[in-house]
């Protein structure tokens, strides 16, 4: 099959493209989403949530090949296997690319790994998602921006979770960007309609040589089986995690009960309550 824009091989089939034409169709796509949602400037101060996975590596690729002012902060969950090898990858990475990498982990921050978390709370995946929220927020601060490497699959994922489990309020969360909240860095999605395979294609065609391995605590959450169903259901009806965000873009404008956002009383951090959730199992740990 020839690409349909050079007589060149394809590498990608729909849209038939070969290894430059596919790079410049993400490339564009990406692009085209910071500007069409007001995502980002060449002004702002950008911090990259990044994991040393496909997501972040390759957003960390795109922004910073495009002259933005990005730094890369990474959560050490304290995974044996996994994510110490994934963090060593985006320390070299970093390095090659005179990118600023700060590291904070769950053991210095929270008192323990995830690792022996898991053993107390069951799936891991419900404290660890909190903590790791809590520790970006709040080392986030001074940064204009924090850009996040979430893709379509990601999102869709995200709007089917929230309407099995009735939690529509979560919505105004959702999106390209969130909503500007006093105490919160505003967080950015430049991959939002990029599927997933794409950024595990365009990862490879450019080299940037990242273990594509799961999270060994991710089949047990809620998520891996949205995820699971999901996939079936676009194997059987090719679009459906677009029309899934695409429908979730033009219905989001509809109010939803948001609760007040207050101050926690324990790290000053903004929470929901008067304790924030990263407290409240901060302190079950300990007892």
């Known amino acids: 099959m020839k690409c349909s824009k050079c007589e060149n091989a394809a590498i990608y089939e729909k849209p038939a493209l070969c290894k430059e034409h596919f790079n410049e169709y993400f490339e564009k796509k990406v692009l085209k ?25 390759s957003l960390l690729y795109v922004l910073h090949k495009y ?11 304290g995974i044996a296997g996994y994510r110490d090898e994934s963090l060593e990858f985006l320390k070299k990475f970093c390095s090659e690319k005179n990118i600023v990498l700060r590291i904070f982990s769950y053991k210095d921050e929270v008192g323990s790994t995830i690792d022996i978390l898991s053993k107390k709370y069951s799936p891991a995946c419900s404290v660890c998602g909190t903590f790791r929220r809590h520790l970006l927020e709040k080392h986030s601060k001074g940064y204009d921006k ?12 995200a709007v089917l979770m929230n309407i099995l489990k009735a939690q529509t309020s ?10 500007s909240v006093k105490g919160f860095t505003q967080k950015v999605k430049p ?6 395979k794409e950024v595990m294609i365009y990862a490879y065609l450019n080299g940037l040589n990242v273990d594509f391995k799961e999270c060994p605590y991710a089949p047990q959450s809620f998520r891996a089986h949205v995820r699971d169903l999901l996939n079936e259901y676009e194997a059987k009806n090719p679009g459906a995690k677009m029309n899934i965000v695409l429908h979730y873009l033009k219905s989001r404008n509809i109010k939803t009960e948001r609760k007040e956002i207050k101050t926690c009383s324990k790290c000053g951090m903004p929470s929901s309550g008067n ?4 407290c409240r199992i901060k302190a079950e740990i300990k007892q």
Request: glycine share 8%; aromatic share 8%; hydrophobic share 35%.
């Open 146 to 157: 924090i850009v996040t490497g979430h893709n379509l699959d990601d999102e869709s994922q």
């Open 191 to 196: 991959f939002y309609f990029i599927k997933e």
């Open 275 to 278: 304790i924030c959730k990263a």
């Open 33 to 57: 989403t910071i500007k069409e949602y007001d995502l980002l400037s060449k002004k702002d101060k950008i911090c990259v949530a990044a994991s040393g996975g496909k997501d972040s590596v």
């Open 170 to 179: 979560l919505f105004a969360r959702q999106g390209p960007k969130t909503s």
């Open 67 to 77: 002259g933005y002012s990005v730094e890369a902060l990474a959560i050490d969950e």
